[in-house]
């Protein structure tokens, strides 16, 4: 869905929001486009039908982007654990807002 986003990496070097709702967009497609925005502050991806993250950590790479707010909410989403594990390759990220279907916002502040 995101090939050749190398070509316009430089579009979205200042780009502090992002929202692909209802995009059917994949965890492996959003960490790639997230790397290339490394001042991304607040991520919206529900409604894409994604049932875990389920990312491969060893093989993800690491995002610069400083999220504070990521919106899952409208997914399948049911494992804390898929979840927790598979953003942390936002690094020095602070989530402060986590919305995953069925719940109030979670809040989790810790660095990742």
């Known amino acids: 869905m995101f090939s050749g986003l190398q070509n316009v990496h430089?579009?979205?070097?200042?780009?502090e929001?992002?929202?692909?709702?209802?995009?059917?967009?994949?965890?492996n497609e959003i960490?790639?486009?997230?790397c290339a925005m490394p001042k991304l502050k607040h991520?919206?991806?529900?409604?894409?039908?994604?049932?875990?993250l389920g990312s491969d950590i060893a093989n993800t790479p690491r995002s610069a982007a400083m999220l504070k707010t990521l919106n899952l909410d409208e997914n399948s989403l049911q494992d804390w654990i898929d979840i927790m594990s598979s953003t942390s390759n936002f690094a020095?990220?602070?989530?402060?807002?986590?919305?995953?279907?069925?719940?109030i916002a979670q809040l989790w502040s810790t660095t990742v």
């Open 92 to 103: 020095g990220s602070v989530l402060s807002v986590i919305r995953i279907p069925g719940a």
């Open 31 to 34: 960490i790639t486009l997230v």
């Open 10 to 15: 430089s579009s979205f070097l200042n780009l």
């Open 43 to 52: 991520l919206e991806s529900g409604r894409n039908r994604m049932e875990s």
């Open 17 to 27: 929001e992002l929202r692909i709702n209802q995009t059917l967009s994949n965890w």
